[in-house]
């Protein structure tokens, strides 16, 4: 596979991307979200809600329940989907390491722009073992208005690193992101390593679509 791409910055989504997270965040969720009366089964729960802020999950919520599920319930959410990744071991995406490593040796910068916090992408980025390779550039949706869809997460993180959007390359698994990274004028590589990823989303949404990351690497050329 010839390189497609010549980016002068990459941005990878965190969850999914970076660190192998979305079964054990997605399970705590639909059990959480039952608790509350909203039911929903795992394979809904992602195609729903992957990719987005939990400001925007509670809003979704919310409106389909017709009622407020209090402040505290997204700080829970956060504390307990911290403890749910305390009890296993959080693993890189297979493959990632390797990428990040080349990116490196190539002297292309890369970063971080993701719908969690910061201190969640610390906290999964360092039990996985790539926060020494990552923590110099991290984005979160805690520092813009809108998260994704919106493209304003992507468009700040392009301008924090000095490099013109058009020029930026972003790797995403989920449809919101893929939908961001089109709107911020960004060429986006739908990751879909995993079985449960909507790879014909991202690909409608203008995702090229690889499953593993020495694809990725080769689209890039590195």
């Avoid at 390189?3 to 965040?25: M, N, R």
């Avoid at 009366?37 to 394979?43: A, H, K, R």
């Amino acid at each position: 596979m010839a390189a497609l791409f010549s980016p002068s910055l990459v941005i990878f989504d965190c969850d999914g991307v970076l660190v192998d997270t979305e079964p054990v965040a997605n399970r705590l969720l639909v059990r959480l979200l039952g608790d509350v009366g909203y039911e929903v089964t795992y394979e809904e729960c992602r195609r729903l809600f992957v990719g987005r802020s939990l400001e925007a999950v509670v809003a979704h919520v919310e409106a389909a329940l017709g009622r407020s599920l209090g402040a505290h319930w997204p700080d829970m959410i956060r504390e307990e989907s911290l403890k749910a990744f305390a009890q296993g071991e959080v693993q890189a995406v297979p493959g990632v390491e390797g990428l990040v490593r080349s990116l490196r040796i190539a002297q292309l910068p890369y970063c971080v722009a993701s719908s969690g916090r910061l201190e969640k992408m610390r906290f999964t980025l360092g039990a996985s073992g790539l926060l020494p390779l990552m923590a110099d550039a991290l984005f979160s949706a805690q520092m813009v208005g809108r998260g994704k869809p919106a493209p304003d997460l992507f468009l700040h993180a392009a301008r924090e690193m000095g490099h013109e959007p058009a020029s930026c390359l972003v790797i995403e698994d989920s449809v919101p992101g893929v939908q961001a990274a089109v709107a911020a004028g960004m060429p986006v590589i739908g990751y879909a390593g995993d079985p449960h990823t909507d790879a014909a989303g991202l690909e409608s949404e203008g995702a090229h679509v690889v499953s593993d990351m020495s694809a990725l690497a080769r689209l890039i050329g590195v």
